[in-house]
């Protein structure tokens, strides 16, 4: 009876014990807020991607901060760059190259996000704004502002939103939401006759609704700043409430993206005469076999030939559209500022990871392009900050390349998140790495982890469909894939039908989807200016950096 006593006492003493580390483990898990900008490249003042580009805000971030200055997305636009970072699936691996949806992506729909792998973990899960490419809701405790307003208001004509009637044509209607930019006080006016049966009035508006504008002082407000408010008043209750159960907050803020509206006042920021221009190179495409693959139909270069037929100085509408695109960077650099005073008020910096990134880049007339989607600097860098108590090294700036794949490794060690990616049979693996051996300075010990990732960044600008495949559509534009629901059985040549960019340190390799070359020398050439790939002297340093790249695309770097 003793012995059984003792056996007893021996197993609530071991299971008190693992409630007690249980608990320890808990309290010592880092709350993490996940900010990340939509189309945003690197024109923010500490990466100096535009000498006029003001944001204190982020730059505050920064100097307290690891500054990534070579990071790279995996996929230069919003979908299919969400889905690979959420999931940490290379698009190459999954073999999305286009605009499936994640919850129907033949392979991606098998992989936990590591949203939920956060949950799983026993965090409190709260988010607002633009995150994955569609929200889903099932993923978080509590959702703050609806997902239905994040792109907007709009011109509204009464019946429709449209392009902004102060907007030139034809560039105005390359796209109803890319072909718009303008101050708000630029209210939208149409010539509506009385007879028209109207949804609701002319001015700005959604397709639902309409948005209250009289005066700068008298407005509704945007979407950005509904999602910084809320997640301010969020941050300020989970700082009250004392729990010990770790958070995660996910906040998306839309601006830069496209339409460009921003209050009057950010616009008066930049004045238009004052806009300075990017270094462009005349006849830049020259040395380049971008048109060869991707002809004028493809959206960046028709949008630059749009904006220039607009205006009779090709310089006026350039002007025009990265000072919209500067003033809503100011903007939503003040709704970064109104989240992060309210937490480093509060007792939870000191036990929060800060990170601030973008989904992909954006270009302004660089080699006659004006769009995201490319394969060159412009699109593929994107900004990336970590700010981790204890571990990150506050203004170190790191060169080593890097890129959106490597989040989800690097949430995993730094939360000591248990369990698999996977959540069914189909799944993929992780492909990245995690950035935790980066984060500080100091000379790592022949005990302490080293990078272990690869020398360079991989970067898949996905095309359409070459040649007709059962059930898919064939065409090279990159909407191709929109509608398309399930998409699998693709041929494994496919992978290489795709144009692949790697950004090492020094170099960027550009392999296009017929085999065509590009090569870069950064140190010397950081415009992308002259294209080495044909020169004699560089086919060792080409055939080196097409082997990192393959490796890496036929998942051998991790063997």
Request: charged share 20%.
């Amino acid at each position: 009876m003793k012995l059984i006593t003792g056996f007893a006492s021996l197993i609530f003493l071991l299971v008190n014990l693992s409630v007690v580390h249980a608990s320890d483990a808990t309290k010592e898990q880092p709350n993490v807020l996940f900010i990340i900008v939509d189309d945003l490249n690197d024109y923010l003042g500490v990466f100096g991607g535009h000498p006029q580009s003001k944001t204190p805000n982020i730059d505050a971030l920064a100097a307290q901060s690891v500054q990534f200055t070579n990071a790279q997305t995996n996929a230069p636009v919003c979908q299919s760059s969400r889905n690979s970072l959420f999931t940490g699936v290379y698009p190459h691996v999954s073999k999305d190259f286009g605009w499936t949806p994640l919850t129907k992506q033949h392979v991606l729909k098998h992989n936990k996000t590591f949203l939920q792998l956060f949950r799983e973990n026993g965090y409190q899960m709260v988010g607002t704004g633009k995150l994955l490419h569609k929200n889903q809701k099932k993923l978080w405790h509590e959702w703050g502002v609806p997902e239905r307003i994040n792109y907007g208001p709009h011109a509204f004509n009464g019946k429709k939103i449209v392009g902004h009637p102060s907007v030139p044509e034809p560039f105005r209607s390359i796209n109803i939401v890319d072909g718009s930019f303008a101050p708000l006080t630029d209210v939208p006016k149409f010539d509506i006759k009385e007879t028209d049966k109207l949804k609701h009035a002319p001015g700005w508006g959604y397709p639902f609704a309409p948005f209250n504008y009289v005066d700068e002082n008298n407005r509704d407000r945007l979407p950005d700043e509904q999602h910084a408010i809320w997640a301010s008043n969020k941050l300020k209750a989970l700082a009250l409430s004392n729990s010990k159960q770790p958070f995660f907050m996910g906040i998306g803020f839309v601006r830069p993206h496209t339409p460009l509206y921003a209050p009057k006042r950010f616009f008066d920021m930049f004045p238009l005469e004052t806009i300075q221009l990017p270094t462009i190179k005349n006849n830049d495409l020259n040395d380049s076999f971008f048109k060869d693959n991707y002809p004028m139909t493809q959206m960046g270069l028709s949008y630059f030939k749009a904006l220039q037929d607009s205006y009779e100085d090709n310089d006026e509408g350039l002007k025009k559209v990265i000072q919209a695109y500067l003033a809503c960077i100011a903007f939503m650099d003040e709704q970064v500022g109104v989240v992060l005073d309210t937490l480093n008020s509060s007792n939870l910096k000191d036990n929060t990871i800060v990170v601030f990134t973008s989904d992909h880049g954006w270009q302004f007339g660089e080699k006659d392009y004006l769009y995201k989607n490319s394969p060159w600097e412009e699109s593929a860098k994107i900004p990336m900050l970590w700010k981790v108590p204890g571990k990150s090294e506050a203004s170190l700036k790191v060169t080593q390349p890097i890129s959106l794949i490597d989040l989800y490794p690097t949430f995993i060690e730094l939360a000591n998140l248990q369990g698999s990616n996977s959540k069914s049979k189909g799944s993929a693996p992780l492909g990245g790495y995690s950035i935790v051996p980066l984060l500080t300075s100091k000379v790592a010990s022949k005990t302490s982890k080293q990078w272990q990732g690869p020398k360079g960044a991989l970067t898949v600008m996905g095309v359409g469909i070459d040649k007709p495949i059962e059930g898919l559509a064939v065409g090279t534009n990159p909407h191709a894939l929109w509608h398309v629901k399930v998409i699998k059985d693709l041929p494994a040549e496919y992978i290489w039908q795709q144009t692949y960019s790697y950004r090492t340190q020094e170099w960027r390799y550009i392999r296009y989807k017929d085999g065509q070359e590009e090569l870069y020398d950064h140190k010397i050439d950081p415009y992308e200016w002259h294209n080495l790939a044909l020169n004699e002297t560089y086919q060792n340093v080409k055939a080196d950096l097409f082997k990192q790249m393959s490796e890496i695309i036929n998942n051998k770097n991790k063997l």
